[in-house]
């Protein structure tokens, strides 16, 4: 026969290897090892939408230049989702900077030959706030704000004429 004491302590072990079983099988999983950190802006997808924002630009600025504003005004409306998508990310590259810039300083123009002066100080005040925050500062970028800046000017002339 076992003596009592002994049937007791085993009685004891059991009940404490009972809860240590239950508390190791309700703990959480071992985290998973994070991935590495891919920039946006480097993926293939993001990288063909500034390139055809970029055409897309340039394409509405040769056909303003050759005075087909419909064909311009298509392209930029073509543009502005792709604006919304390269500038998405968290820190788009300098050549989706410029490709949105260039196709809103563009569509800021046609508003402003148009007569719709407050849409268009709205796109010059917009690029503006871009080059005077872009780091760093280069004399592009001086050049693009300026000519931002003259935007502006110009939207508030016409707008006191009226």
């Avoid at 268009?120 to 917009?126: S, T």
Wanted: charged fraction near 25%; charge should be positive.
């Amino acid at each position: 026969m076992i003596p009592p004491a002994i049937l007791k302590s085993v009685r004891y072990l059991s009940l404490a290897a009972l809860i240590v079983l239950v508390a190791v099988s309700c703990s959480a999983p071992p985290p998973k090892p994070k991935a590495a950190y891919q920039d946006p802006a480097t993926e293939p997808r993001y990288v063909h939408a500034v390139e055809k924002l970029t055409t897309l630009a340039r394409d509405a600025t040769a056909y303003l230049k050759d005075n087909k504003k419909d064909e311009a005004a298509a392209l930029i409306t073509e543009g502005q989702p792709l604006i919304n998508q390269v500038l998405a990310v968290p820190r788009p590259p300098l050549a989706a900077m410029e490709a949105a810039s260039d196709l809103d300083d563009l569509y800021a123009r046609m508003l402003l030959s148009n007569g719709h002066y407050g849409w268009a100080r709205i796109l010059f005040q917009k690029n503006q706030a871009r080059w005077k925050n872009w780091q760093p500062q280069t004399e592009d970028t001086a050049r693009r704000r300026k000519l931002a800046a003259d935007g502006i000017a110009e939207c508030d002339k016409k707008i006191l004429q009226q």
